[in-house]
């Protein structure tokens, strides 16, 4: 779908929240993207780009808990 993928905006948004509310433990409920499901040869999909998304967003808050945002879930 051409979305744009930007995980440093989820490590924003948790030290922004962290920042104006200092005592409240955090959880990320949903985060997703889509991409296209191409089937190979072998009836599996090489799921490259969703694998990476959702790497890049667990690098992302784990740069949010090493700031200090107690991230919980």
Request: glycine content about 10%; cysteine-free; overall charge negative.
């Amino acid at each position: 779908m051409d979305w744009e993928v930007r995980p440093d905006g989820l490590t924003a948004v948790l030290l922004r929240v962290h920042h104006d509310y200092p005592k409240l433990p955090l959880y990320i409920t949903e985060n997703g993207a889509a991409f296209r499901d191409d089937v190979n040869g072998n009836g599996a999909i090489d799921d490259v780009d969703r694998t990476g998304y959702i790497a890049s967003h667990l690098r992302a808050a784990h740069t949010a808990i090493k700031a200090g945002v107690d991230l919980r879930g």
